[in-house]
Each structure stands twice: as structure tokens, then as C-alpha cells.
């Protein structure tokens, strides 16, 4: 495939990194020299100086041969041109990240439906809504679903209380309930072996039926808890849709803004929420407001230092939940290590959203975890994969994947080595970066 990313910031960078990794043939578009620059030097791919608006630079590119364009630069005109330029060309799938809520939140008789972008994304929206999913398992650091539901992945960091510390998986007794498929220590990622040992502050990676993870969970020393009670920190357009969905859901929503504007325009677009002009990190207003006694405090502001800094002091006053938007990647080590829940970034959503759009016919998803450090792919067995009717333990599985869950017929698996893989069945697969091009060649999937 010849993708064409106009927009070599965070969320183009990644973008571009997955579809190189996974050997597509890219050409990234960008204005600024220096990230340019810095793209070329980094990223197996190729890279334009200008703008993606320019139809000298789209034909440079190679638009008349594409089949994806995508546009993520600071300028939703400029994605949304660009995009209706490539349409022009013949591209058959095209892709505008657009924030502005005026382009995005319309009916389905918009005039916007007509314009020939196949997907408007806005990163606020998406953000907003894995915050809720996440707030239904307050405890995991994030959460999967797969197998039309019945199977769960979460994302739980072990602590001194969890009876797993110290054990050997082989020892766990987890064959057929649950899976960990990775664990995540001091930064790495690894694809654990039977004889590989917990210890405090992993992060684990957990599959299991949906209806018996509650159980699982309890062997790793966590426990869930309902959530009614949030505080929200930002009254920007996170904020904004986050407090909307919460409405929805009956929760008691408190929002926390400094700028006086903001305040007025959130509170006359919500119901039922209280805002609250004031500074976040005034330790006397939170108490005041009742930060401790919330069941969830999350922080959405576009300052992930600002973010950082009032979930720590959330967690200080006694909140048992905290989540916190962090864009910046090379925070997130150091977020697990300062004792933050749960981080959300919204490249990493946004980049998982869009290459969802470009999946070949058996990829059911694709969703990225851990900062994008890995991916898990849930496909559709074809009938000419080599892997069809043998057991899992004799199969030579790709080096640094691992098969997470098996449906057939309406009902999901959690494997063994003793299982059988058959043409039909949906499967979900945790992989490293590195290995995706191996696991599409295994299940000879054409992406």
C-alpha cells in the first residue's frame, strides 16, 4: 500500500512509524525543515518538504498512486483541503484529524458526509470516550474488549498485596481462566515464559472471560469499585465531552477551569455539572471542593506538567482513582514510577483510530497499549492459513507475539497449549512492534 501522511508531528510520526513497520510504502509530508529532518533521519520512510495543500507537493508525493491519505497537521482547514484534494486525485481512503466541534458534531444530513473524507477524527472526542471505558474498570491502567465482548484485556500494575509477587507464571494455575500475555518492567516490554517471575510495580498485561475477570483480578491484588462522583480538571474540549458523557451516565460531575471565558462558555453548554473558576493546584480550593472524597479525579488540561502535578496532589488528599491525560510519550515512564493510576494519551488513540480504517478484510481491530510499545490484533483466521488445525503447542508462534484469545461458534477461549486453531475462528494476538509484519506473514494477512 502507498500511504501519503501530510503532518509529521506526534500523531503523523506514529502513524508513519506503525505503516513502516509493517512494510507500506510511505511518504510523509511536512513544512517545518527541522522535523522534516528529523523524520528522514528516524523513520524508514520518505519524506517532502511543504505543504499538503499544494498539488505540486501531493503529485511529488505520489498522490495519483495512492491508496491512503492521511492529514494530521495543527490546521483542521488544511486537513480537511488536503483531504478533498486527494479524493480529486482518485484516493480511495482519505483521513482529517479535525478538532473543531462545528465540522465534526453535525447530523448525518450534513453537507460534511458529501465531502468525500471517509473519516473526520477528532483526538478531544476519542480521548473522552476511553476515559469513560477505563472508568468502568477503575482499577486497570487500561482496558480491551475482544471476542464481541466476552473477552477482556486489562492493563494492572502489581503491588506488594498481590499473592502473584515472587511466583513463577508456570506456577499460577491460570491455564484456561487467563492469559498474561506481557509484562512491562522498568520500561521494557516482554512476552513472559512459564518459568519468568512476578515482581512489585510490573505492569501486567491480562487476558480473561469478561464475566470471570472480577475473580482474576482478585489474585493480582486489585479489587473494583463503582465510580458516582468525578472531578474533572480542564474545561477544555475534553473537559467538555468528558462532563457531557458522565451527564449521560447520572455521575456527579465537578469541573475545575482557570480561565474565567472557558468557564462561562462549558457551563451554558452543560446540564447538570458544576464548574469552578479557580487554579487546580491550589490545595485549599481542592479540599474545599471535596478532591479527596471523589471516586475519580481526572486531569485534561493541555499541560501535562500541570496534569501530573494535581493527580499527585489528588492522590495526596486521598482520591483512590486518578487518570491523566499525558501527550507527551517520554513522560509516561516516568509516570509509572511517581504513582499515577492510569495515563491516557491521545496520540496514541487517534493513531489506533485511524489505522482501524485501513485494515484488510480479516483484521477485525487493532488497538496499541502501553504507550504503543505494543498492539494487540484481533483477525479472522483465513482458510489458507498454514496454522489450521494443529495445536497451538506445536505451532512455531512468531518471536515476540503471543495468541491471547480464541471465539468459535459464539463461544470465546482463553488457549492452551493443547487448543486447535480452525479457519473462521476470531482471534485476538498481543504483539511487540517489531513482530507485526511475522504475525500478518503467520496468518498471511495482506496489510
Known amino acids: 500500500m502507498h500511504a501519503i501522511i501530510i503532518g509529521a508531528g506526534k500523531v503523523g510520526f506514529s502513524i508513519a512509524q506503525m505503516l513502516s513497520y509493517e512494510g507500506h510504502d510511505v511518504v510523509v509530508i511536512e513544512k517545518d525543515e527541522e522535523r522534516q529532518s528529523y523524520i528522514q533521519e528516524t523513520l524508514d520512510v520518505q519524506t517532502i518538504l511543504g505543504s499538503g495543500s499544494s498539488p505540486v507537493i501531493l503529485e511529488e508525493a505520489g498522490v495519483t498512486n495512492s491508496d491512503l491519505v492521511v492529514a494530521v497537521t495543527e490546521t483542521d482547514e488544511l486537513n480537511i483541503v488536503a483531504c478533498l484534494m486527494a479524493k480529486q486525485y482518485g484516493v480511495l481512503q482519505t483521513v482529517a484529524r479535525v478538532r473543531d466541534p462545528d465540522y465534526v458534531e453535525t447530523s448525518h444530513k450534513s453537507p460534511k458526509f458529501s465531502l468525500g473524507i471517509d473519516l ?5 472526542q476519542v480521548t473522552a470516550k476511553e476515559i469513560i471505558k477505563l472508568m468502568e474498570v477503575p482499577e486497570a491502567l487500561n482496558v480491551e474488549y475482544f ?49 519468568d517471575h512476578l515482581e512489585v510495580n510490573d505492569t501486567v498485561f491480562i487476558v480473561a472471560r469478561t464475566e470471570e475477570m472480577i475473580d482474576v483480578e ?8 463503582a465510580i458516582e462522583k468525578v472531578m474533572i480538571l480542564g474545561g477544555g474540549r475534553i473537559g467538555y465531552y468528558l462532563a457531557r458523557l458522565l451527564e449521560e451516565k447520572k455521575k456527579d460531575v465537578k469541573i475545575i477551569e482557570k480561565d474565567r471565558e472557558k468557564c462561562r462558555v462549558i457551563s451554558g453548554k452543560l446540564n447538570h455539572s458544576l464548574v469552578l473558576n479557580g487554579d487546580g493546584t491550589d490545595i485549599d480550593l481542592l479540599q474545599e471542593e471535596g478532591a479527596g472524597e471523589v471516586d475519580l479525579f481526572v486531569a485534561v488540561t493541555g499541560d501535562d506538567k500541570l496534569n501530573l502535578l494535581v493527580s499527585l496532589i489528588a492522590k495526596h488528599l486521598g482520591v483512590e482513582n486518578t487518570i491523566t491525560v499525558i501527550r507527551r510519550s517520554d513522560y509516561i515512564p516516568l509516570v509509572e514510577k511517581v504513582g499515577i493510576d492510569t495515563v491516557v494519551s491521545p496520540r496514541s488513540l487517534t493513531t489506533s483510530t485511524i489505522l482501524k480504517l485501513i485494515l484488510p478484510q480479516e483484521v477485525v481491530s487493532v488497538s496499541f497499549l502501553g504507550g504503543a510499545d505494543a498492539e494487540t490484533m ?10 489450521n488445525y494443529k495445536k497451538l503447542k506445536e505451532l512455531r508462534f512468531p518471536k515476540g507475539a503471543i495468541l491471547g484469545s480464541i471465539m468459535r461458534d459464539n463461544t470465546a477461549i482463553v488457549p492452551v497449549g493443547d487448543d486447535v486453531l480452525m479457519p473462521g475462528d476470531k482471534v485476538m494476538v498481543f504483539t511487540l512492534p517489531e513482530a507485526v509484519s511475522r504475525v500478518n506473514e503467520f496468518f498471511e494477512v495482506g496489510r
Open 147 to 195: 471476542a464481541d465482548g466476552q473477552i477482556q484485556l486489562l492493563e494492572l500494575r502489581l503491588t506488594e498485596s498481590a499473592v502473584v509477587v515472587g511466583k513463577q507464571l508456570k506456577d499460577l494455575d491460570l491455564a484456561g481462566n487467563a492469559l498474561i500475555v506481557a509484562v512491562s518492567r522498568n520500561g521494557k516490554m516482554i512476552i513472559p515464559r512459564g518459568d
Open 218 to 225: 482478585r489474585l493480582l491484588g486489585k479489587s473494583r469499585a
Open 120 to 124: 473526520m477524527i477528532n483526538p478531544e
Open 378 to 387: 484481533e483477525l479472522i483466521v483465513p482458510e489458507r492459513c498454514r496454522a
